[in-house]
């Protein structure tokens, strides 16, 4: 059966006719000229094709940079892993475990502050690891990982001397509290921050205004 093209166009939208312009090469003879004649019969030119074409791209580059903002939810975290990042981080834990195991016994810990420090250890190097590189070379992100592992080192270790030894159930669970630890002071970190800098611009434009005569 034979498809009655120039019907078929005149049905269709403007978008949807400068779509099929854009993929002109994909048609059929028949079907390219139906479609010239109708974009002639609304006026719509090679102009109008670019436009549309134009516009499509934004709009889908601006999907994908939703798609990208949704992912990374816990910014400043990655939304995965790649291989490299956990042995790396595989790597470091090892490295600080066999360096701190080589000391000698007077500058071990406690065995009561051991376990806290482990999961804190961890947990840390997880975190900077996760980091997008972005925000690794921020001061305030290290200045929030130090503070947030000392607060973390200290609620730990007060946990495991009221319960008794942590379970992997309740290691876990410590590790994910670092995690949102960190997150809430490396966000009020940028708060402060914007203030101090809110503070500073504003100091910087009253001190550059001329004095009026």
Do not use: C
Request: hydrophobic share 45%; charged share 20%.
């Amino acid at each position: 059966m034979r498809i009655d093209f120039s019907t078929e166009y005149s049905q269709r939208s403007d978008d949807e006719l400068l779509h099929l312009a854009s993929q002109r090469h994909s048609l059929a003879t028949d079907a390219a000229v139906a479609l010239d004649a109708e974009l002639h019969r609304r006026s719509l030119t090679e102009s109008d094709r670019i436009e549309h074409e134009r516009f499509v791209k934004r709009q889908e580059q601006s999907e994908i940079e939703s798609r990208k903002q949704n992912r990374i939810a816990f910014a400043p975290f990655r939304y995965l892993l790649s291989w490299r990042d956990l042995l790396w981080a595989f790597g470091i834990i090892a490295l600080i475990s066999f360096t701190y195991l080589a000391l000698p016994r007077r500058y071990h810990m406690g065995s009561e502050w051991q376990d806290a420090a482990f999961i804190v250890m961890i947990t840390s190097i997880l975190v900077a690891v996760s980091s997008q590189s972005i925000f690794r070379r921020r001061i305030v992100f290290w200045i929030s990982l130090v503070i947030s592992s000392a607060i973390h080192l200290f609620v730990v270790h007060a946990i495991t001397q009221k319960v008794g030894n942590l379970n992997r159930g309740a290691g876990k669970g410590a590790a994910v509290f670092g995690f949102l630890l960190f997150f809430g002071v490396y966000k009020f970190g940028l708060f402060l921050q914007r203030i101090f800098r809110s503070d500073e611009s504003q100091v910087t434009v009253v001190n550059a205004r001329p004095f009026s005569s």
